[in-house]
């Protein structure tokens, strides 16, 4: 698991003038709401946004981009509302997570090719800021990468999706070791 430290250093080698501080509020915040929870593997659930933040570093992404990445669960799972993290982080990083909330509510159901390119559409529709697609592609990722610890059934469910959807997106946002990772993971739940 990445420590905010190490975060912090690879934002600060390709931007020295970033403003790394958010990326810190949002790491106290992110771990004070999401205090007690744990994910499915057992980990505490903040292990998740730190994951997250440090794919979104390896894509180069800007300090609010990886502040967003450490609160993009805030507001879906826990108590916490957007006016909340507008009120603490700024219009910028709490449009981002309501983008991000938003997707998350979608969900995808049918295994038709044509259904899976409109869901395609309709996701880089709802994300004014295409740093909430690479958001949601990093939080995908990780998903992954932890998929074990579901049932089989919703690995498989949750692979298909992937395959249909996320890989997709990310060929088409030209991030083909994110679309390769996905698919190679969302095969080894389906095969």
């Known amino acids: 698991m990445p420590r905010l430290e190490e975060i912090i250093e690879k934002v600060a080698s390709y931007n020295s003038s970033a403003d790394t501080e958010v990326i810190k509020r949002a790491y106290v915040f992110s771990g004070v709401v999401h205090q007690g929870q744990t994910r499915l593997s057992g980990e505490p659930y903040l292990t998740h946004p730190l994951e ?66 409109n869901f395609r559409k ?47 997106l990310a060929n088409r946002l030209g991030i083909g070791w994110i679309k390769t990772e996905l698919e190679e993971l969302s095969f080894k739940h389906l095969e």
């Not at 570093?57 to 450490?70: F, I, N, P, S, W």
């Not at 993009?72 to 981002?96: N, R, S």
């Open 52 to 117: 997250v933040a440090d794919i979104l570093t390896g894509l180069k992404m800007d300090a609010q981009c990886v502040a967003t990445g450490l609160l993009h669960d805030t507001v879906e799972d826990t108590f916490t509302t957007i006016e909340k993290i507008d009120e603490l982080f700024g219009p910028e990083i709490a449009g981002m997570v309501d983008g991000l909330t938003k997707i998350s509510r979608k969900t995808f159901e049918s295994r038709e090719d044509n259904e899976a390119e």
């Open 122 to 168: 309709m996701i880089l529709a709802m994300s004014k800021d295409i740093r909430v697609l690479l958001i949601k592609l990093a939080d995908r990722l990780h998903n992954m990468r932890t998929l074990d610890a579901l049932s089989p059934e919703r690995q498989a469910k949750i692979a298909k999706e992937t395959i249909d959807i996320y890989a997709p």
